[in-house]
């Protein structure tokens, strides 16, 4: 079989917010590195892209690291790393700033300093917004300050399918260039993993189509854990029937979310007192944390009281008092989008929202340094679980991650590639034909299961049964699902038999990696028999920190089945304490200082 | 509001055929329908061998711009409603580049444009981030901020007859972004990008059809900012004039 | 293996949309200019050869083909400036304390100075001609 093979120091999978930001590192700590970035897609189509309503970091004088840190740990229900989010909060200004002087059109106040606004689960406005497409001005920031360094070689549209493993030391990356339709072979000193997350393994998602957990599944099928990935985010406020994202800096701005009887209900779901329209507070109603605010739905929808439309239920986003003016100038993709996709002017009508699967807090297990448990093998943004944001990720945070940690891994994996130098190709010749083979059986395959049939009962097996509430009764019957989908699989039949940019192929390899993800996902799920976060139990409804103040670590079976173990989590300053938002978020127990 | 309706696409598979073919299917619809939906459904439904790129399906990730009935228009923001009353919708790859397969069009010659006017913030010192953010105001912001909404679609210079002509021509989105860094009152790079404005294939090779900011999907209106560039260019060949007379060695 | 279909521009892109349709009539403005510009060359040349010949020309120009292209060159050459009219609001960034000049205020003040002249223009000639024959007289 004819694979290219070629030597590089550092491969970098994934051309979004993480990986570019990770490659500017590496080439800035040692300008002599070949950085090879490798995307499935053109970097600018990354789902970075999508991010809307902005990025964390603290700035007001006001403000405090210290702030930023108990939001985060008390957000994430204290399944955060401590020392981790210490770092975090420490370099999230540092990197926006850095963002700044890279040509980033942050959205200013009138004598030109950076503005911020209020977010969820945040009790000082802190997040940092490019109107309402921070993360599209991020991502082709990073992208165009990528273009001047030499020592980046994108390979766009090159599908990356296995990590190459020798000795116990991931030593480079197998591809497939999809224009070509051959297989490649890159052999470097050190691979990092920045592939996004997952949120395609559910039905309904804010996410785009490329988001299928690659990563995760390439890491887990070398035996990396994959952690806390039993949670998932669903966002409060996405379209129904498309589940396009409606940015929580509606909400920042002063957006209100009212049920089918014009109620706001979320007073009535530990969130309240009521704050006046026009007057948003932090931590108050709908500037609660995203977990809160989906279940208050959940809870809305079982009572019916929520709107019945023609693409699914519903509650309403109502911007109209924040006037046509401040809608263009804070929210004018939301009002793109609301035209476009449901066909409401938010000047004059509310939007129909309603909670879609959105971000995996969970991911490759990663230390501080973002180093995996396997040697040469770094993982950086949505992709990793650095145990940054714990039970339920606050919004804006997951931008500042890819800098931050971002950063952090190009500059580890530089360092680490300078150390280890290529490894030797003989043994990885065998490996990659292996690999080959593998892929190019199922490019062939002639089996009779559909790759959407399976595609879309993967979709509806996870909202069923991995949704915002779950019960083990349901995550059994998901695991079961999963595994005869699985079985499926195997059977699987493709129509197309070409190699170039066939498409089929390489969503049938997706697919493969969304079976594993969400398999993953679900027996951790199973094994949490608590309530946390974003992971509710309708079993096991309080949460427990005897038995679960701990990380999922979910391990390929040699089976290839999961197996679930625990990880201590790293507590230094804030002991666990009661989660309150609303009047109750009050009680000055929180605000001890530790 | 629903029905069905004829979709017509243009398929070209590179290792079996040696020309486009055309393929017909009857995709049905409802309001919502995209016409990437309809994409979706055929290669779901009908066949699954048709190529074509997509992510976002919100019209920020620049992936699905194809031609429909002739126009550049990204496939997620393009809604069958709108062709109700037509025979047919005709689904081309983008027109001025080349075809890799199906719907897939080779986008790198405008990625080699974008690069070459070095699209990043120059300045002559780097600052720390210590030294906290470099300020602007909003109204110097506004200078250059809608050129900085270019998605990269590519559906500016498959409405481009310039860029048809001569491929070398830097084209609309390379040009904006020249443009959009040249405007940023934190840049001081307008002097490395001026020689390939002033090029044969810069700014002067526009004729102002215009036809790229009618397309753009995102209304950066790349026609602006390139006969903004015109008068730019004439700026700068001025001063350099002015400093060759004065017996300047930096002209 | 990757093989391409090359990009072709076919000769009649220009026919295939209306916006390409509108472009090509903006720039075949320039046609019946260059024809009227020829005439008038001809006419100076003609003036140096004498009044017999000038005249001779005036007859030429006062025919129905030539009234006819002088129409088509007065029309072009109208339309052509209220295409620019229309465009120079992209090009013209006139920046103030707030933002820039609006569109239409930039528009107008192409507009009224343009007809203007052709409302001056004309009376001008009209008496700088009556002074002249005036004198002559």
């Not at chain 1, 210290?66 to 790393?81: K, R």
């Not at chain 1, 806390?228 to 379209?239: K, N, R, S």
């Not at chain 2, 509001?1 to 619809?29: C, H, I, N, T």
């Amino acid at each position: 079989m004819d694979i290219q093979h070629s030597d590089v120091d550092i491969v970098i999978v994934g051309g979004g917010g993480a990986g570019l930001r990770a490659a500017i590192a590496a080439a800035e700590q040692a300008p002599g590195l070949r950085i090879a970035l490798l995307s499935k897609v053109y970097p600018m189509r990354s789902h970075t892209v999508a991010a809307e309503g902005g990025c964390a970091g603290v700035v007001q004088d006001h403000d405090s690291h210290f702030d930023h840190f108990v939001d985060t740990v008390s957000g994430g229900d204290w399944l955060c790393d401590q020392d981790v989010v210490d770092y975090f909060v420490e370099h999230a200004t540092e990197e926006n700033l850095r963002l700044e002087h890279w040509g980033c059109p942050w959205s200013r106040k009138p004598d030109g300093r950076i503005n911020v606004r209020a977010f969820g689960g945040m009790k000082i406005e802190r997040t940092w917004f490019a109107a309402d497409r921070t993360g599209f001005h991020i991502l082709h920031t990073l992208f165009q300050t990528s273009l001047k360094y030499p020592s980046i070689q994108r390979h766009d549209e090159f599908f990356c399918t296995d990590l190459l493993v020798d000795e116990g030391r991931c030593v480079g990356v197998q591809a497939i260039d999809m224009r070509e339709g051959h297989h490649v072979c890159l052999r470097a000193g050190a691979v990092i993993l920045a592939t996004g997350g997952a949120g395609r393994v559910y039905r309904y998602n804010t996410n785009g189509g490329i988001v299928t957990g690659d990563g995760m599944a390439m890491a887990w099928r070398q035996g990396v854990p994959l952690r806390d990935m039993e949670f998932v985010q669903y966002h409060p406020t996405g379209l129904p029937g498309s589940g396009i994202l409606i940015t929580e800096a509606c909400r920042g701005e002063g957006g209100l979310l009212l049920n089918a009887d014009g109620h706001r209900y979320l007073q009535d779901y530990g969130l309240g007192p009521e704050t006046p329209p026009g007057s948003p507070r932090t931590k108050y109603m709908e500037l609660g944390p995203r977990d809160r605010l989906s279940q208050a739905f959940w809870h809305e929808a079982r009572a019916g009281r929520v709107l019945k439309t023609r693409r699914g239920e519903a509650v309403q986003l109502d911007l109209r008092h924040l006037g046509e003016a401040r809608i263009n100038e804070r929210l004018p993709f939301i009002r793109e989008l609301a035209s476009a996709y449901v066909g409401v002017d938010p000047v004059t009508a509310p939007i129909p929202v309603r909670p879609t699967a959105h971000y995996t807090m969970g991911g490759i297990q990663t230390d501080i340094h973002t180093a995996t448990p396997l040697p040469g093998l770094f993982a950086a943004g949505e992709c990793a679980s650095i145990g940054l944001h714990g039970a339920n990720r606050l919004g804006s945070n997951s931008l500042a991650e890819l800098s931050v940690f971002g950063r952090v891994a190009g500059e580890q994996a530089a360092s680490h590639a300078l150390a280890a130098g290529v490894p030797d190709a003989a043994v990885l010749r065998e490996q990659a034909e292996h690999n080959a083979a593998g892929w190019e059986a199922l490019r062939e395959a002639d089996g009779d299961e559909s790759l959407a049939a399976i595609r879309d009962a993967l979709g509806e097996s996870m909202e069923r049964g991995a949704g915002i509430f779950r019960s083990g009764e349901e995550l059994a019957a998901t695991c079961a699902e999963l595994a005869r989908l699985k079985q499926r699989y195997q059977s699987l039949g493709l129509t197309d038999r070409s190699r170039v940019f066939n498409t089929q192929w390489l969503n049938a390899i997706e697919l493969g990696c969304q079976l594993d993800v969400a398999n993953a996902m679900a027996q951790a799920a199973l094994g949490r028999e608590e309530s946390r976060g974003s992971h509710q139990r309708l079993d096991a409804t309080a949460r427990d920190d005897q038995r679960f103040l701990c990380h999922s670590l979910a391990r390929r079976a040699d089976n290839g089945d999961a197996t679930v173990d625990w990880q201590p989590v790293v507590i230094t300053r804030l002991p666990p304490g009661e989660r309150h938002y609303g009047e109750a978020g009050e009680k000055p127990a929180l605000e001890k200082r530790a | 509001m629903s029905g069905s309706l004829k979709v017509r696409v243009q398929r070209y598979r590179p290792e079996e055929d040696d020309a486009p073919w055309w393929q017909s299917f009857e995709v049905p619809w409802s309001e919502d329908t995209s016409v990437l939906d309809a994409l979706n459904h055929i290669k779901d439904v009908e066949d699954g061998s048709l190529s074509y790129r997509w992510s976002c399906r919100m019209a920020i990730c620049g992936s699905c711009g194809v031609m429909v009935n002739d126009e550049p228009r990204l496939g997620c923001k393009t809604f069958l409603r709108h062709y109700a009353d037509a025979d047919e919708i005709v689904l081309r790859p983008l027109e001025n580049l080349a075809v890799e397969r199906d719907l897939v069009s080779d986008i790198d010659p405008m990625l080699a444009h974008i690069e070459t006017v070095q699209p990043w913030l120059q300045r002559e010192q780097a600052e720390a981030p210590e030294a906290g953010e470099t300020l602007q105001t909003p109204v110097q912001m506004a200078r250059y901020e809608s050129f900085s909404h270019c998605i990269n679609c590519g559906l500016c210079y498959a409405a481009c007859p310039q860029f048809g002509r001569n491929p070398d021509f830097l084209g609309p989105a390379a040009l904006t972004l020249a443009q959009r860094y040249n405007l940023d009152s934190r840049d001081e790079g307008r002097e490395a990008r001026m020689p390939f404005l002033n090029g044969e294939d810069g700014v002067w090779a526009c004729t102002f059809v215009g036809y790229c900011s009618d397309v753009c999907p995102k209304d950066v209106d790349p026609a602006a900012a390139i006969n903004q560039g015109k008068v730019a260019s004439n700026v700068n060949y001025a001063v350099n004039l002015f400093r060759l007379l004065r017996g300047g060695d930096d002209a | 293996m990757r093989k391409p279909l090359p990009p072709r521009q076919d000769a009649l892109w220009w026919w295939r949309h209306p916006a390409y349709r509108r472009y090509m009539l903006r720039e075949a403005t320039a046609l019946p200019l260059f024809l009227y510009a020829l005439c008038l060359l001809y006419g100076v040349r003609e003036l140096g050869r004498g009044e017999t010949a000038f005249q001779a020309w005036l007859a030429f120009m006062e025919s129905p083909p030539l009234i006819a292209l002088q129409a088509v060159a007065l029309l072009a050459v109208l339309w052509h400036a209220w295409t620019w009219f229309q465009l120079v609001p992209k090009i013209l960034v006139i920046p103030t304390r707030h933002g820039t000049l609006p569109g239409h205020w930039l528009r107008l003040a192409h507009v009224v100075p343009a007809a203007l002249c052709w409302l001056l223009l004309p009376l001008l000639a009209w008496w700088a001609l009556g002074q002249f024959a005036g004198g002559g007289a």
